[in-house]
Each structure stands twice: as C-alpha cells, then as structure tokens.
C-alpha cells in the first residue's frame, strides 16, 4: 500500500467529535487521533496547534515503532513525506496535461486548414480529457477555487463542466468572437476550453440548441451559415480554443513548478515563510477537500443526476451526462476513480505513498484497507458498463451504472465520516449536513 470572485476563506468547521466519534470509531481510531493529530481549524488563518510540534512528527504506527521507512512500506510516513508524494504526483500529472494540451493545440491547428485531420484532433482531444479527468481530484492550490488558500481557480478555465453552454459556443460561431484576441484565455469559461472543444470537434450537426427568439435564429443568421461554412467555423474556433487549453495547462504546471511559481514548495513547506499553509494538517486538509471532487462531481453530478436519483425530475436523465458529444462519460468516471487512487494510496496505479499510509501509521489499517479495496471495486465496476456513453448505458443496462452510483457511494461514505475523523480533517463546508 503505500466562481471566480474571490470570497473570504469559510470558518472553522467541526463534525463527528467528542461521544459521537468514539462511539462510531471504536478504541483504536480514538487512540490514533491523540497521538497522530492536532485539531487544526480550516483554512486557518495562522493559529499554531496545541502542540507546535505535532504536524512534523513522524506518525506512530499501531505498534509504537517510529523508525520504519520514510517512504511507506511496513513502517511509518510523515505529513510531510505524504504532501512531498502529493507535489511529486501533481507536477507529473501536470506535466504530462500540458504536453497532451500541446499535442491537441497542433492537431486543432492542422485539422483547421485540412478537415481530414479532424479525427487525429478527436484523438488528441481524448488523450488530453482522459489525463486532465484524473487530475479533477487535485483541485488545490492554483488549480483550487479562488477562496482557498493559493487558489487561483485555473481548473475551470481548462475545464468548465458541469457549467457549460452550447447555445454561447453557437452564438460565437455566428459572431466570430472567437477570432477577438486571446479568446482562447479570457472568454468566458463556459465559451471555451475542454468542454468547448468537444462540442467543436465532435458535434456535426447543423442545429443549434438556442431559442427560436434567440438572436442567431430569430434573424436567421444561423441558418444562413450553410453546412460547409459552419464546419469551417468550428474548426477554426476548436483550433483557438485548443490553443488556449494549451495554455492554461502550461500556467497551471509553471504555477507549480519550481524555478517558476514553484507552489510546490509552498505546499511542501508549510509554517515556512511564503507559504500560503500554516501548518502540514492544513495543507493535507486541502487535498482532503479537493478529493470530495468523487462525491460532488462524480457521484451526484455524473451519475446520481443521469440516473434520476437526483435533481431529476423525470424516471432518468441521460441528457444531463458528462462529455455528450464525444460520448466517454463512462472513461472520465474511471479516469476520476484513478486520480483519486493517485491521491488514497499512491501515484503510481495505487503504489507508492498514500493517505492510506498514513491511516495505518495512526492504526487505522481495517479503514485504509476497506477504502483501497472500495476504489478498485468502484473501478471495476466502470469497467463492466457496456458502453462508453453512460446514457446508451442507462438506456440499456441501467443496473451496471447503478451498481457503479453504489460503488462510488461506498466511496465517500467513508470519505466523510472515518476518513475525515480518523485523519482530524475537516469535512468541507458544501457537504456539512449532507446526509447522504
């Protein structure tokens, strides 16, 4: 095992404490929250702990040993040896978005004079979705929403869903803002990026999906473009948009990366003068947040909502599945369930230092073990959906995509009681009497 206006930071948050957790965790996780954690309030704003010391000791294992192997293994790992695995991790995921970002940036560009090289742009558009999905669950930092510490929200600018908007993507193709200069970095989050490009390179029809009072119908501009000029007008508009994913991802990796922003070293080095974290727990406590990514996004928006369990008003809604054009809805959940194994139990295909290791450091190995074994089910069970768009599979086999809903449910419920308790993590702020 191994929005984009800036708000304050929210207050100090508590859940499951004093009876309420010892009856619900029993002896051993109790134990472990007195000798590996302090309570440490969210996104505090310079508070040290009760003991200055505690968030750079190396956790003691269930067996008292603290001398074992810094980098997992059979002995014991530090906060600071599991947020120096994280930065590594981040910055190689990063590295690899942005050169896949590059790639589809080319593609668009040559697909935009020659249409016989759409299909080689569609291929680059789904290498680079399929890593940027497994860097969702990473959503801290400069890539994190711009309320929380360092955050400068550049996930939405490269991948605004679930707030997408066909009907502005059409509107600019009548208009041509997209040839205004750097529309590409500075349109509307929901006129471009990943989401903006695949209703570009994969979407051949000729409707539009605004109103008959809208402007482009009402004046019959849209109509007016004809088959050829409108495919003509999406492959120059996919070309700027790629060139603008392209580069959000390298502001996103120089943000990190050191000798450029290096937020690495802010986020290896809290306490340290800089550093937008005061402490270690503070720093894991953003990642903790960004993985509720699994139960914001992916449980509820990319499943439970398609399915008809929630904010659904019909017996299902397959219309309101991730990725409709390129139809991969079902590869960017497994996608979403990798990264988020990247973060539980180690970058490498779940080898490698993980929150797992420091669980069992704290002697909660039954929960680190459970919680391993639940994404790997989760990620078989992506994998026995028939089919890649998750509305065809809803239509056909709606038992496999609800046997997936659970898989990732099983997931987060452990990620907001035990998890968060156990670790002395707060549970973010949108989910607190979130009961399901």
């Known amino acids: ?91 190689e995921l990063l590295d690899t978005f942005q050169k896949a970002a590059q790639e589809l940036a080319t593609e668009a560009a040559e697909a935009k004079t020659d249409p016989a090289g759409r299909a080689e742009a569609q291929a680059a558009w789904i290498k680079a979705i399929d890593i940027w999905q497994r860097a969702e669950p990473f959503q801290f930092g400069p890539g994190g929403p711009t309320n929380t510490p360092g955050g400068q929200g550049l996930r939405d600018t490269i991948y605004s869903w679930p707030l997408v908007s066909r009907c502005l993507v059409e509107q600019n193709i009548v208009s041509k803002s997209y040839e205004g200069p750097d529309f590409g970095t500075t349109a509307l989050i929901n006129m471009r990026g990943l989401a903006a490009a695949e209703y570009l390179l994969f979407y051949t029809g000729t409707d539009n999906a605004c109103t008959p009072a809208s402007g482009i119908n009402a004046t019959g501009s849209w109509a007016a473009l004809g088959a050829d000029e409108l495919a003509s007008r999406k492959a120059t508009y996919a070309s700027v948009v790629s060139t603008g994913i392209a580069a959000m991802a390298g502001k996103l990796l120089g943000a990190w990366r050191p000798g450029e922003g290096d937020f690495a070293a802010q986020f290896r080095n809290p306490g340290k003068s800089g550093s937008v974290y005061t402490t270690e727990q503070m720093a894991l406590n953003a990642v903790s947040d960004a993985m509720f990514h699994m139960e914001t996004h992916v449980k509820d928006q990319k499943l439970a909502r398609p399915l008809g369990i929630m904010d659904c008003s019909n017996a299902t809604c397959p219309e309101a599945v991730e990725s409709r054009f390129a139809r991969r809805s079902r590869p960017h959940v497994r996608n979403n369930l990798i990264g988020f194994r990247m973060l539980m139990s180690g970058c490498n295909d779940g080898e490698g230092v993980g929150f797992d290791d420091v669980l069992v450091a704290l002697g909660a190995t039954a929960l680190a073990e459970k919680m391993n074994a639940d994404v790997n089910a989760a990620i078989a069970a992506a994998d026995a959906v028939p089919s890649d768009d998750l509305a065809e599979a809803i239509a056909q086999d709606p038992e496999s995509v609800t046997k997936l809903h659970a898989a990732v449910k099983r997931i987060t419920d452990s990620l907001k009681t035990e998890f968060v308790t156990v670790l002395d993590l707060e549970l973010p702020q949108l989910l607190e009497g979130d009961n399901d």
């Open 1 to 91: 095992m191994q929005n984009h206006s800036q708000v304050s930071a929210p207050p100090p948050r508590r859940w499951l404490q004093g009876s309420v957790a010892r009856a619900l965790l029993g002896g051993i996780f109790a134990i472990g929250l007195v000798a590996g954690c302090e309570r440490i309030a969210f996104y505090s704003t310079g508070r040290p702990p009760p003991d200055s010391n505690a968030s750079s000791t190396t956790a003691s294992s269930s067996t008292g040993d603290s001398s074992g192997d810094p980098t997992g293994g059979m002995g014991t790992v530090t906060r600071a040896t599991l947020l120096d695995a994280i930065a590594t991790c981040n910055l």
